[in-house]
């Protein structure tokens, strides 16, 4: 599975952006895929999750509400739309995919994917 990502940039706290990842190599129907984002020095941390039945995932104290995960399979494309940013949210972004079937407790987890894009950097700064 190859994943390309795109989207990000420079926006001002509080404003939106949409993140894009397409996928191609596999039928979309057989993978589960994700967003993680990371910072310097951190690990790599779980923003989103939907799984080939559409089902979603987020990590809930980090999103509050603020992001939304969707696909078009149409378009073999995942989305993050990302709303209310603030300044903490900058990092680079890296859309995630697996053929494995995971169960919502293993979508957090980095070593659940197979398969890493090359990550989009958000930065959220006036």
């Known amino acids: 599975v190859q994943l390309q990502a795109s989207g990000g940039g420079l926006v001002q706290p509080g404003g939106s952006l949409t993140l894009s990842c397409a996928a191609s190599g596999r039928s979309f129907s057989s993978v589960d895929m994700g967003w993680f984002r990371q910072t310097p020095g951190n690990e790599r941390e779980f923003v989103a999750g939907i799984r080939r039945n559409r089902g979603t995932t987020y990590n809930r104290g980090l999103v509050k509400g603020r992001f939304t995960i969707s696909r078009d399979i149409a378009k073999n494309t995942i989305y993050l739309q990302m709303n209310s940013l603030r300044p903490d949210d900058t990092a680079v972004y890296y859309c995630?995919?697996?053929?494995?079937?995971?169960?919502?407790?293993?979508?957090?987890?980095?070593?659940?994917?197979?398969?890493w894009g090359q990550g989009t950097l958000v930065t959220v700064s006036s």
């Open positions: 995630v995919a697996t053929t494995a079937n995971l169960i919502t407790s293993s979508m957090s987890s980095p070593g659940s994917y197979d398969y």
